[in-house]
């Protein structure tokens, strides 16, 4: 059965830079041809897409926040992050990070089977 | 981006009833849709994609179905673990999106 969990801080400061890892367990991240993604929701709110990236290291991000978006993967360690840079209050969301099932080798075409818990991160001096 | 609307927002219902979720895109994305599950202080999680197809181990009472632009999410007889909120999602372009959510409420 395969786990994701993320983890990072869970406070950060406006302007600074927002980063979270996701650990990846029960199966190799390398195996497989999934897109791995961040998602994030604001308390209330509905769900935002942020980007994936692929094992290659190939990546997609919502035109919304690529200005400000890095995911990157470490293979060795099972992990992929997320950095958000100089963000301000509306960035404050539960972020989750997510397994995405391909149905086409390329484009969007996929949706997510396993998802993390969850982690809240509130953007506030 | 393409949006996604949902209705109605929210709904009140009873165990044992019919509940029909309506999920429309401002553009044809052909079979290209999700339904999640969503319960307080929790991941969402996957019903159903392809529209249609109902992901391993999803009770058989949830039911997905349309094409292009309209789409409906069916639960054949509610039950008490059903009260939550669910999304539907488009996964034919970027950026994916998903719809704003539809609360089902206990009536």
């Known amino acids: 059965q395969v786990q994701l969990q993320e983890s990072g801080p869970g406070l950060v400061k406006p302007s600074q830079t927002l980063s979270l890892t996701c650990t990846v367990s029960?199966?190799?991240?390398?195996?497989?041809?999934?897109?791995w993604s961040w998602i994030r929701q604001p308390a209330g709110k509905g769900l935002e897409w942020i980007g994936r990236?692929?094992?290659?290291?190939?990546?997609n991000y919502n035109p919304s926040l690529k200005s400000r978006v890095t995911i990157s993967v470490d293979t060795s360690k099972n992990q992929f992050s997320l950095k958000l840079s100089s963000v301000t209050a509306a960035d404050t969301a539960v972020y989750y990070c997510?397994?995405?099932?391909?149905?086409?080798?390329?484009?969007?075409?996929?949706?997510?089977?396993?998802w993390g818990q969850g982690t809240l991160v509130t953007v506030s001096s | 981006a393409i949006r996604m609307t949902q209705s109605p927002s929210s709904l009140s219902a009873s165990t044992g009833d019919r509940v029909t979720i309506t999920c429309r895109a401002s553009?044809?994305?052909?079979?290209?849709l999700a339904w999640y599950q969503q319960k307080p202080g929790k991941a969402p999680k996957l019903l159903i994609y392809?529209?249609?197809t109902l992901q391993s181990g999803v009770p058989s009472r949830f039911s997905g179905s349309g094409s292009g632009t309209d789409f409906t999410l069916t639960i054949s007889c509610l039950q008490s673990e059903d009260f939550a909120t669910y999304y539907c999602?488009?996964?034919?372009?970027?950026?994916?999106?998903f719809g704003q959510g539809t609360k089902v409420e206990i009536k």
């Open positions: 997510a397994r995405g099932i391909p149905v086409r080798i390329v484009g969007a075409f996929y949706y997510f089977d396993y």
């Open positions: 029960g199966g190799s991240i390398s195996s497989g041809s999934y897109y």
């Open positions: 990236i692929y094992t290659s290291g190939s990546t």
């Open positions: 553009q044809g994305i052909s079979s290209y």
């Open positions: 392809a529209a249609s």
């Open positions: 999602q488009q996964y034919y372009s970027y950026p994916q999106t």
